[in-house]
């Protein structure tokens, strides 16, 4: 089975950029069988998806979020990461990496809070 | 983008009962509908995809039905584990949306 795990500052200051990279063990991240995406949570609310991304280089970007998110896979290393620039207080979030498959997410990170406060 | 509405907001319930969420979506998206529980502190749970396919391992209790864009989760017998905030989710576009979610808490 996928497991993921999310790392990077918890903590970022107000117009710098937030930057998330996400392990993936149990299989390639050039498998053909997934997408890779990020979703996050401020606290108290729902989810936001933000992106997904095949090894390939195909990505689907949150229209709301698009200008100011870049996301990448590395398969020497079998990462993925995040980078939401110029980021508020309204990005302040749990966010979360995980593995489409089939067009659902099946596994999850725990996740990773990010509080954006100077 | 497509829109997701779920119903209600929040209900309380108690073990045992028959529980019933709904979500709507705002233009028809097939069967690309899927359903994830979430409980206080943790990760999402995928629960069941494609409208009504259970994921592996989640109890038989939990259904879903629907197709377009009128779609529901059912539990057929509420457990104390079961307490928790429901989300669907579109799949249809690869422009993603979720709902707000429906909790679930005790009566």
């Known amino acids: 089975q996928l497991q993921l795990q999310e790392s990077g500052p918890g903590l970022v200051k107000p117009s710098e950029t937030l930057s998330l990279s996400c392990s993936v063990s149990g299989d390639s991240i050039s498998s053909s069988s997934y997408y890779w995406g990020w979703i996050r949570q401020p606290p108290g609310k729902g989810l936001e998806w933000i992106a997904s991304m095949y090894y390939t280089g195909t990505t689907y970007y949150n229209p709301s979020l698009k200008s100011r998110v870049t996301v990448s896979v590395d398969t020497s290393t079998n990462l993925f990461s995040l980078k939401l620039r110029s980021v508020t207080a309204a990005d302040t979030a749990m966010y979360y990496c995980a593995s489409e498959t089939g067009s659902y997410y099946g596994w999850w990170g725990q996740g990773k809070l990010v509080t954006v406060s100077s | 983008d497509i829109q997701m509405t779920q119903s209600p907001s929040s209900l309380s319930a108690s073990v045992g009962d028959r529980v019933t969420l709904s979500c709507r979506a705002s233009?028809?998206?097939?069967?690309?509908l899927n359903w994830y529980q979430q409980k206080p502190g943790k990760a999402p749970k995928l629960l069941i995809y494609?409208?009504?396919t259970l994921q592996s391992g989640v109890p038989s209790r939990f259904s879903g039905s629907g197709s377009g864009t009128d779609f529901t989760l059912t539990i057929s017998s509420l457990q104390p584990e079961d307490f928790a905030t429901y989300y669907c989710?579109?799949?249809?576009?690869?422009?993603?949306?979720f709902g707000q979610g429906t909790k679930v808490d005790v009566k």
């Open positions: 494609g409208a009504s």
């Open positions: 989710q579109q799949s249809f576009i690869n422009h993603q949306t």
């Open positions: 233009q028809s998206i097939s069967t690309f």
